[in-house]
């Protein structure tokens, strides 16, 4: 079972599979595409599109098919894990996810492109410990809102993630998000080199607790001089934003 790409989503289930599986419960069920549909509360075309392998449902929809043709969603769409199983299982149960270590997250990343964000915040936001690797955020940040990424990025091991890594964070974070980037640095659990990128994007951080943090020794001293090309940065953005 390959990743197909559909709609600029990827897919870790068998999209062949499924339309295949889709196209044969309707017909032996004698359904028409818009019987199906009206079942669905959608349109034909969705259906067509089902059936042809140019799209495919979130979980919501998954579940209702199963319903209709009486099927488990393995069946239907392939589940390769039983981690995978367990997440599906509980979200049927009408369960929050538990993600309790990185194997559980890599699942969850599997099925995100099938899984409402509202899931998938609720899922992250029950983690509690420090065992996330930042790539997989990278892998799941197409799919989670403002407070999910918060979470993740709160609870995320930091172990000398890549500042290609964060600059491509970066645009997907609200201000919660930078804070707990911020507080990290801080921390010293975030490379502070990272200053350089995320102070002009951060309008309110205080300087004044870069300068604490170094004169605690919990950031080098080249951390200033990083800060201050931030910070210069920052200036010549704000430079340019007035004059427009």
């Not at 943090?213 to 940065?233: C, F, I, Q, S, T």
């Amino acid at each position: 079972m390959k990743n197909l790409n559909v709609d600029g989503k990827e897919y870790i289930f068998d999209i062949n599979k499924f339309r295949l599986s889709l196209s044969r419960l309707r017909k032996q069920h004698d359904y028409t595409q818009s019987e199906l549909a009206d079942m669905l509360n959608l349109t034909r075309q969705a259906i067509s599109r089902y059936e042809n392998g140019d799209s495919f449902p979130d979980i919501s929809i998954l579940l209702r098919i199963c319903e209709i043709f009486e099927v488990s969603i393995d069946e239907l769409i392939g589940i390769k894990t039983n981690g995978e199983k367990q997440i599906i299982n509980q979200i049927i149960e009408g369960k929050d996810v538990e993600i309790t270590d990185e194997a559980s997250l890599n699942d969850l990343v599997n099925l995100a492109p099938i899984l409402k964000p509202s899931v998938l915040e609720n899922a992250v936001k029950g983690f509690k410990g420090e065992g996330i690797n930042i790539e997989s955020i990278v892998k799941l940040v197409n799919y989670l809102n403002d407070k999910s990424i918060y979470h993740l990025l709160a609870n995320t091991d930091f172990a000398a993630p890549s500042n290609d890594i964060l600059k491509f964070l970066l645009p997907y974070m609200d201000d919660d998000s930078k804070w707990a980037v911020f507080a990290k640095i801080l921390e010293g659990k975030v490379d502070y080199h990272f200053l350089e990128e995320f102070i002009p994007a951060c309008k309110w951080i205080d300087l004044a607790l870069i300068e604490a943090a170094v004169v605690e020794g919990v950031l080098d001293n080249d951390a200033l001089r990083v800060m201050h090309e931030g910070a210069r940065k920052r200036s010549i953005i704000n430079s340019k934003s007035i004059l427009r």
